[in-house]
Every structure is written in structure tokens, then in C-alpha cells.
């Protein structure tokens, strides 16, 4: 009887598994056997122009940073075997948190092992059920799960929508809700979409709100010298809380952190759980951070190539005859509207030697399948050429251009 029981779940899986295969929801792994980069290969042996990777500064696979990696790792060791506040805190942990601070132009930084463990950790310890969290609507998995994990009063606004943020900022107060916090990316990463922070922040101004933002697919990039999206939106100094990762444009590895005034960082590390009860980050990855943030922050080589590498690849491939959503951001959704052909489409792309992903319903609305292209400053103008070509002969093969 109990060894039914056992079956029964492990059919249930089975079964549900085969339901994400028939709809088409299943995500296969796609496997590299090379470094991150540009150009990567392929488990199969082929080369393939990779534009589907957080990559933006082109730091993964970037020579410097692996060196800086490496004096860490000889000079730091591999690991430290403890949280934090036993004994896991080093030279370069507090370094990397003061360059963060330094770099986001706020007063202090919490690290963390990944963008996940900040969005979780940082909602819990600050409000609680007499708060009111006013959320955008597309905000990251981990913006959600860590106001689930809070008790504070939730209200959503519609994407980028400033009158519903309003809406829900009056709902609050008239609620009576002691403190309100306005929590959104700084950048969206399915449509490109750069949060409106300079309304944001009149509008939380104007109803006494604290804000959040997100800058996982921002920092290092946005903004003229890649402060992120408070430098786009000139609100530097005016966001209360950041948080962000060191897996994407910063080098590219794993790590997050969280980011505001000291009183916040402070109870952060007192009290955020994913911060108490989880090993601290590898020396050699916060040794590499501190050389990407000095490296950046020296220069805007880095960004400025890779904005140039976004601009060009907007125009052209609007020339060609695709549609994007506009805007300036280096995620470029390139829309096919219809799931089938999205699908079609990347895998022909796969064919001709360019790696990109496509998105359909359910992880965007229906009819709105795209396929979803992310510049790096480590493409150059022949490989873009490249992948434009290729987007050209893939569009006129499933004919789907729009000029001809
Ligand atoms: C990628 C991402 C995260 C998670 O970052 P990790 O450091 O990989 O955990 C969090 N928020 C946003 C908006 C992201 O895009």
C-alpha cells in the first residue's frame, strides 16, 4: 500500500513532465563546451555567435577578469567553509562591499551568493504587516518571492504604469499603512523596458514612499559611466534601496547584493536569513568583481561599445523588415508574434550558427511570441553582421518580413 503511494508520485511527475513536453513549455539545457563569450561552441563541436547571454560587458570569459580571479583565489584561498559572521568575512569582502557603495552612490553594501538570496533576504527584515509593498506587475521571481515571504500588505501596479502606481500608492495611504515602499526592476528583462524612475520617484515624493530597485540586467551599463538605471533616469542618490548581481554584467560568475543606507544594511546583516544561514561568497569571485568595478568605473569603453553594438543592431534589423519593441536597451525582443514561427525561427537561427532564445505563453502574452536578442560589447560589428544576415535569410525564408 505505502509502496503505492510512492508510485503514485512519481507517475504524477512523470505525467506532468510529459504535459510541459506536449505543450512545448519544456526548457531543454543547451550545452557549451567552451567558455562564455561572443562565440561559443557548442556540445557538438560547432561555433555558434551567442546572442542570448547576460553578458553585457563582455566580462565571462574576459582574460582580466580571470586573472583577477585568480590572484584572489591564490591569495584568498578557494573558500571559507562559513557564513559571514563566523568567520567568512575577508579584506576583499568588505573592499568589494565599500567599491559597490562607492560605484551605486550609496552609503553601504550587503554581498550576497546570488541576486535571488538579496531579493529574498531584504523584504522580511524591514517590513512587516502594518507596511504596504506596491509592486510592478512584471517585477523578477525573486522580487515576489521575497515580498511572500514578508508579511506586509502587497499592491501590484500594471507594468511601467505610473497612473496605477499612483492608483495603488492612494490605496495604501487611504489603507492607513504606516511605512510604502514602490519595488520595480530598474530594467525588464523580457521587453528591454527601463523603469520610469524619475516619476517613480516624484511619486514617491509626493505619497512619503520609500523605493526599490531591482538593477540585475542595469548595473555596469545604464546610465553615461554604467551606474545603472538611478544614473539613466538622473536619480542618483534618490533610490533608498538597490539591489543587483554579479552574475550578469559585472563579471559575470555568481553573486548579489543589496545596497542603501547604513541603518538598512546594518539590519540587514543582522537580520536577513539568506545572508545568516548561507555560506559567503568565493574570495575569488569578490576579488574579480572588485577588478571588474575598478575596471569600469576607470573607463566607459566597455559600455559605451556595447551601446553602440545596441544601437546598430536596432536600426538594422528594423531596416531589414523585423519588429522590435523600441528603446535603447540592449535586450532587443524581436517580434514574431505567433509561437510556431518563433519557434521555427530560432531553430533555423540555430542552424545558421546563431544562438538566441525564444519566448512564448505562458512567460509572455499570448501573441506576442518573440524571439529575444542580448547585445555585449564583446560582439563585433562582423559578427552582428552576421547574425543580421542571418535574421534576414531565416525572415525571408518563413516570410515574415515586412517590406518585401
Ligand atoms: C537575473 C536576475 C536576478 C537573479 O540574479 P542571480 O544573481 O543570478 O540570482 C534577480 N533579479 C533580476 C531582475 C534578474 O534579472
Not at 134 to 140: E, K, M
Amino acid at each position: 500500500m505505502s509502496e503505492q503511494a510512492k508510485n503514485a508520485f512519481y507517475t504524477g511527475l512523470q505525467n506532468n513532465l510529459s504535459t510541459l513536453r506536449d505543450q512545448g513549455l519544456f526548457k531543454p539545457e543547451r550545452v557549451l563546451a567552451s567558455r562564455q563569450g561572443a562565440e561559443v561552441q557548442s556540445e557538438d563541436g560547432r561555433t555558434l555567435i551567442n546572442m542570448c547571454a547576460n553578458n553585457y560587458l563582455g566580462l565571462s570569459g574576459d582574460a582580466e577578469t580571470q586573472k583577477a580571479a585568480e590572484a584572489a583565489l591564490a591569495k584568498y584561498g578557494y573558500g571559507l567553509s562559513s557564513v559571514r559572521f563566523i568567520c567568512g568575512t575577508q579584506t576583499v569582502h568588505k573592499e568589494l562591499e565599500q567599491a559597490l557603495s562607492k560605484f551605486l552612490g550609496t552609503e553601504d553594501t550587503i554581498l550576497y551568493a546570488a541576486a535571488f538570496d538579496a531579493n529574498g533576504g531584504v523584504f522580511e527584515p524591514l517590513f512587516d504587516e502594518n507596511d504596504a509593498i506596491i509592486s510592478d506587475a512584471l517585477n523578477h521571481a525573486s522580487l515576489i518571492d521575497g515580498i511572500r515571504l514578508c508579511k506586509a500588505a502587497r499592491y501590484r501596479y500594471a507594468n511601467n504604469d505610473m497612473a496605477d502606481l499612483e492608483a495603488q500608492l492612494q490605496a495604501a495611504t487611504a489603507a492607513g499603512k504606516r511605512h510604502k515602499v514602490i519595488v520595480t526592476d530598474g530594467a525588464f528583462s523580457m521587453d528591454g523596458t527601463i523603469a520610469q524612475l524619475d516619476k517613480i520617484v516624484e511619486l514617491a515624493e509626493k505619497y512619503g514612499a520609500l523605493t526599490l530597485i531591482d538593477e540585475s540586467h542595469a548595473s555596469g551599463f545604464l546610465g553615461a559611466t554604467g551606474r545603472g538605471t538611478h544614473e539613466h533616469c538622473g536619480v542618483i542618490g534618490k533610490i533608498d534601496i538597490i539591489t543587483g548581481t554579479l552574475g550578469k554584467a559585472l563579471g559575470g560568475a555568481m553573486g548579489g547584493f543589496t545596497s542603501g543606507r547604513k541603518e538598512v544594511i546594518e539590519t540587514l546583516r543582522q537580520k536577513s536569513r539568506p545572508y545568516l544561514f548561507s555560506n559567503t561568497l568565493a574570495p575569488m569571485i569578490a576579488g574579480a568583481s572588485l577588478a571588474v568595478l575598478d575596471r569600469i568605473s576607470k573607463s566607459t569603453e566597455l559600455r559605451d561599445r556595447l551601446m553602440e553594438n545596441t544601437a546598430y543592431f536596432r536600426k538594422e534589423i528594423e531596416r531589414i523588415g523585423f519588429t522590435i519593441k523600441p528603446g535603447t536597451h540592449p535586450v532587443v525582443p524581436v517580434m514574431l508574434f505567433d509561437a510556431p514561427v518563433a519557434q521555427k525561427f530560432a531553430a533555423r537561427m540555430f542552424e545558421l550558427g546563431v544562438l538566441l532564445s525564444g519566448f512564448f505563453y505562458p512567460v509572455v502574452p499570448m501573441g506576442q511570441a518573440r524571439v529575444r536578442v542580448q547585445l555585449s560589447a564583446a560582439h563585433t560589428r562582423e559578427q552582428l553582421d552576421t547574425v543580421l544576415a542571418a535574421f534576414e535569410q531565416a525572415g525571408k525564408e518563413l516570410g515574415i518580413l515586412k517590406n518585401n
